[in-house]
């Protein structure tokens, strides 16, 4: 079955320990991306990857880093999470070029900070 | 990316069309319109999108007028389970940006229907 799956679905922290927020597709899709989503604010990019190796800031990307290894794989790291991001998590996988994309979600990851 | 204005929210009755418009006045030539929809606590779900005139699937149909400032998603005869949020968007997926793919989805258009 073509999907994105995240992990953990859920998660209470602590103000400053490191966590990381895997995320995985299976459909071969180049694009992926990080979004979070508070109410009344919609939902705001985070980062973003075109490719293995690639890539770029979103509109929210304080206090987050990203890596991609592999092209399947897109982890987000919180190295010293604070309250204000206690969000929930989506990720998302597209292929990418091309006309504009349909991007798959992920069924979210929901975080909390105290 | 251009920037898109919807209403914040909707009511319908089960049963009836709603139309839901979507303003983006900055349209760049290239750029295509997407609407996803949102269930609460799940990702968005990739519904329709469309270039010009009018697109239609098995979902729902988008309305695009000829100067492309705006567009409308239709949902025909809705049901309960078609409350959710709905988001517009709009860009050329980086194809003419350089491989760039920033994505703004805004905050959508609460749809709420009624039994």
């Known amino acids: 079955e073509a999907q994105v799956t995240q992990n953990p679905r859920y998660l209470i922290t602590v103000t400053g320990k490191k966590l990381t927020v895997t995320c995985s597709q299976n459909m071969n899709h180049e694009y992926m991306s990080w979004y979070r989503q508070d109410p009344g604010l919609g939902l705001r990019q985070i980062y973003y990857s075109m490719n293995v190796e690639v890539t770029d800031k979103g509109d929210v990307p304080e206090g987050y880093k990203v890596s991609r290894k592999e092209k399947r794989n897109f982890p987000l790291i919180l190295e010293s999470p604070s309250p204000n991001q206690t969000s929930l998590y989506f990720c998302?996988?597209?292929?990418?070029?091309?006309?504009?994309?349909?991007?798959?979600f992920g069924p979210g990851t929901r975080l909390t900070v105290l | 990316l251009a920037k898109t204005t919807q209403p914040i929210s909707m009511d319908s009755y089960e049963g009836q069309e709603v139309n839901i418009t979507c303003s983006h006045n900055?349209?760049?030539?290239?750029?295509?319109i997407t609407w996803y929809q949102q269930f609460p606590s799940q990702g968005p779900r990739f519904i329709i999108q469309?270039?010009?005139t009018k697109v239609t699937n098995e979902v729902a149909s988008l309305f695009i007028p000829a100067d492309r400032k705006s567009s409308t998603l239709s949902l025909p005869r809705v049901s309960l389970s078609d409350t959710a949020v709905y988001y517009c968007?709009?860009?050329?997926?980086?194809?003419?940006?350089?491989?760039?793919?920033?994505?703004?989805f805004g905050t959508g258009t609460k749809l709420q229907v009624i039994p």
């Open positions: 968007l709009v860009g050329d997926g980086g194809w003419n940006s350089g491989g760039y793919q920033k994505v703004t």
């Open positions: 998302a996988s597209s292929f990418s070029g091309g006309k504009i994309y349909e991007q798959f």
């Open positions: 469309g270039y010009k």
């Open positions: 900055n349209i760049a030539t290239n750029d295509y």
